[in-house]
Structure formats: C-alpha cells, structure tokens
C-alpha cells in the first residue's frame, strides 16, 4: 500500500512539474483588457510560495523602441493567492512598477520609450505568497 | 484499492512521459538535405551564451509596420517577397529564414489590413511549418474564418503573433533554438527590408524611420554575435558574414543619450512613466545608402537561398 501511494505521490510530482494548463486561457482573457493597443508579447509566471527576501522572481528580456508607449497588463490567474508585481528594468535601473507607494498593485502600466534598446522585465508575487499570472505587453499606436 | 492505486498511478507516468521531451537535435538535424552537400556534421547544442542573446532580441514583427502606417506611408506589396514556389526550401535552415521573412510580411499585410494576400502568405506559412514540424502552433481553420472577415483584424493579428510567439517559445525550450535563431534573423531582415525600401522610395526621408533604423545598429551588433557561435558551420558562417557585412554598413551611426525631466502622465486610463534619458540617433546620409543596399543585399540573398 505504502510502495503504491509513494508512486501515486511520484506520478503527481512528476506530471505537475511540466505546466499551468489554463495559461493559454489567461492569456486569452487577458488580452482583452489591452483597448485599442497592439499585443506583442505575452509572459506567463508560476511560482511557489517563499518566505526568501526579495521574493523570487521570473525574468524576461524585450525590445522596446524610441517613441512607442508601452503597456504592460497583468491577470493573476484564480485559486492563487499571489499578486504579480511587474517591474521593468532599463539596465540595472528601475523604470517603472505596477506596485505603487501606497502599496496599491495596479494591473496596467504604460511605458513611454526614450530610449531604444533591451529592457527587462522582472515578475514577482507580492510577500512571496504562490501565484499564477500572465503580463501582456503591447504597444499603442500613433493616431 | 491498492490495485486502484497502482492503475492511476500507472496512468499518470503514461500521461507525464506522453508530453515532450526536450529534445536536442544537431546541427546535421537542422541543415536537413542540403543538395551542395557542403554542410559539416556539428552536433554541440547551442550555446548559452548564443540563446541569451537570442533571448535578448525578440522583438514584434509588426512594430516596423506599426511605424510605416503612423507615419502615413502607403502600403505597397512590391516590399514583401512573392510567393511563389517554397518547396525550393528544401532544408530546415532556409526553411526557417524563410518562415521568419514571411512572418514579418505578414505583420505588414495585418497592420496595412491588407487580408486578401494573408491567404497567400498564410499558405506557404503552413508549408513551411509543418516541414518544420511547428505546424501545432497555427490554428489555420480560424486564421483562415478571421481573414475572410475584415472586421476581425485585431484578432486576427493577435492569433498569428501569439503562434509565432508560443512556436519561438517552443524551439527555444526544445533544444531547437537555432531555428528559433535563424526565423529572428528572417523576421528581423524583413522588417528592416520593408521599412528602408520605404526610404529608398521617398524623396524626403522621414527622421523617424530614419532613427529606427539607425537604432537598428544594437540589433544588428547582437544578430552578428549571435551567428558567430555557429562560424564552425558553413551555412551559419555564410549567414554571419552578410550579418558582418551588415554590421559594417552601419558605420558612422552615432547615437547620444541627454538627459531630460522624467515625468508621469495618464493615457487611455493608464499611468505612462517618460523616463528622463532621451536617446538621439544619427544616420549620415551616405550611411543610410550604404545601410539601404545592404539591407537589400542580404534580404535577397536569403529569399534565392
């Protein structure tokens, strides 16, 4: 009994290593808070509870063009306690967040590049806790 | 019950060991049926530093286009490459060039709205990707209904940027990121095709185009670098030195960075941050010429593989 549960817990393991199923779905749900902007680019961030300061986080790198206003909206997917924080990084330099100083976490924030090149974008949960969420990048064009 | 047990746990194993394995597959993989028969055997994986900088670089195919439409050019399809026969891509290395050029072109049909030749396009995209094996990542059925309908652009450039997206994502985590390289060197010289045939076109060059263009400079710095890794292989290597060539047309591009005051303001419902440093381009004439025919050059080369 004790060999089978061990290899029932092993098979659970094993196949819950590999993927968040319904990321896809977010990231289609998502989208559609994006109004008149362009997608580029979508993120997806799964991570476990820490107690590690600063709370781990996931990295990406895009490029973003002179002249171009950036959006980048988050979802944090349901059943997860964790809020997605999303900063971005031009080097080692903050540029902007979606946490704010009042500790607010917006779900949009807008980007306006001075400055073409590699920028980062760094995907945390609030004090650690576990989540699940989608960031979507896109671009507003011109009128 | 332990029977019970042991037959979920029998059906998850079946189930976990279905999914894909990461799969590493050589350079020999990747030049396919080269008929020149040319091609050295080169069986290391890509290497870390080469997918970082392939990381660093992916950029939409559309926000050229994107550009091009703000700045009140008219849309031409003397810029995008006919399509005429792609089973003359008869390896994985031209296929992928190849796939990436139409990627790009198809960003600028989507943007200009133009679904008529998507179709077109939308095809040899299938032929080639499914002699990839990326076939999964297109939902060509739907790609297909939203084309025929001109009210669904929106969604129809979503769905083919988000195929391209999870495709790129796919080869990456499967030891298939030098495909994944070679569609961002397709798309990337496309993209960069379309918009200096524009300034080619245009007697008075607009600074905009103009600037992306030079900021291109970076871009190209990385692709070059990146292909350096694969010098050992001689289509890598070919590809490398167009990418040099490249490289070096763009000397005498300058960009300095001034320092302005940051600031923050709401657009469309959404706090917008405007950073403090301001970065100016600047393309001599003479280099913008030169970075014009080698754009041309290279971009030709890769569609008469």
């Known amino acids: 009994m004790r060999k089978a549960l061990a290899l029932l817990v092993m098979a659970l393991v094993f196949s819950a290593g590999s993927g968040w199923?319904?990321?896809?779905?977010?990231?289609?749900?998502?989208?559609?808070?994006?109004?008149?902007a362009t997608y580029m680019k979508d993120f997806k961030v799964k991570l476990q509870q820490s107690s590690v300061k600063p709370a781990p986080s996931s990295k990406f790198s895009i490029l973003f063009n002179k002249g171009t206003i950036y959006k980048l909206n988050t979802c944090n997917a349901d059943g997860y306690e964790g809020k997605a924080i999303v900063d971005l990084y031009d080097g080692n330099t903050k540029v902007t967040s979606n946490l704010q100083p009042d500790g607010e976490v917006k779900d949009a924030i807008g980007f306006f590049c001075q400055k073409s090149g590699?920028?980062?974008i760094d995907v945390s949960f609030k004090d650690g806790k576990e989540g699940a969420a989608v960031v979507i990048v896109s671009f507003m064009q011109k009128k | 019950m332990n029977k019970l047990i042991i037959v979920l746990a029998a059906i998850f194993l079946v189930?976990?060991?279905?999914?894909?394995?990461?799969?590493?597959?050589?350079?020999?993989?990747?030049?396919?049926?080269?008929?020149?028969?040319t091609s050295e055997v080169v069986t290391e994986e890509m290497p870390t530093e080469a997918l970082q900088v392939l990381q660093n670089?992916?950029?939409?195919?559309?926000?050229?286009?994107a550009l091009l439409q703000s700045t009140g050019v008219e849309f031409s399809e003397r810029y995008i490459t006919e399509i005429q026969d792609v089973d003359r891509y008869n390896t994985d290395f031209k296929r992928a060039l190849n796939l990436g050029i139409l990627g790009a072109d198809l960003g600028y049909l989507n943007m200009y709205k133009k679904t008529g030749p998507v179709m077109n396009n939308m095809q040899a995209i299938r032929k080639l990707s499914e002699e990839l094996r990326v076939q999964q990542f297109f939902d060509f059925q739907t790609i297909?209904?939203?084309?025929?309908?001109?009210?669904?652009?929106?969604?129809?450039?979503?769905?083919?940027?988000?195929?391209?997206?999870?495709?790129?994502?796919?080869?990456?985590?499967?030891?298939?990121?030098?495909?994944?390289?070679?569609?961002?060197?397709?798309?990337?010289?496309?993209?960069?095709?379309?918009a200096t045939q524009v300034l080619n076109d245009s007697k008075d060059k607009n600074p905009e185009i103009k600037e992306r263009i030079g900021d291109q400079k970076a871009i190209v710095e990385n692709?070059?670098?990146?292909?350096?890794?694969y010098k050992n292989n001689p289509q890598?290597?070919?590809?490398?030195?167009?990418?040099?060539?490249?490289?070096?047309?763009?000397e005498g591009v300058t960009t300095t960075i001034t320092q302005g005051e940051p600031e923050q303001r709401e657009i469309d419902g959404i706090l917008v941050v405007i950073p403090n440093e301001i970065s100016n381009t600047e393309v001599p004439d003479e280099t913008l010429d030169n970075i014009i025919s080698t754009v041309a050059k290279v971009r030709n080369n890769l569609i008469q593989l």
């Not at chain 1, 998502?30 to 109004?35: D, R």
């Not at chain 2, 670089?57 to 286009?65: D, F, L, R, T």
């Not at chain 2, 890598?236 to 763009?250: I, M």
Request: charged content about 20%.
């Open chain 1, 21 to 36: 199923a319904q990321s896809d779905e977010l990231v289609n749900t998502c989208v559609l808070n994006i109004g008149n």
């Open chain 2, 223 to 229: 692709l070059a670098t990146m292909l350096s890794y």
């Open chain 2, 236 to 250: 890598f290597q070919n590809l490398h030195k167009l990418f040099e060539e490249l490289l070096a047309s763009y």
């Open chain 1, 118 to 120: 590699v920028y980062k």
């Open chain 2, 57 to 65: 670089i992916s950029s939409s195919p559309v926000e050229m286009a």
């Open chain 2, 144 to 194: 297909k209904r939203l084309a025929t309908n001109n009210e669904n652009i929106d969604s129809l450039m979503y769905i083919t940027l988000q195929s391209f997206n999870n495709m790129d994502t796919y080869l990456q985590q499967n030891g298939r990121s030098e495909v994944s390289a070679l569609i961002l060197c397709g798309t990337w010289i496309e993209g960069m095709y379309i």
């Open chain 2, 15 to 37: 189930l976990a060991s279905c999914k894909t394995e990461p799969k590493k597959e050589s350079f020999d993989d990747i030049l396919g049926d080269d008929s020149q028969g």
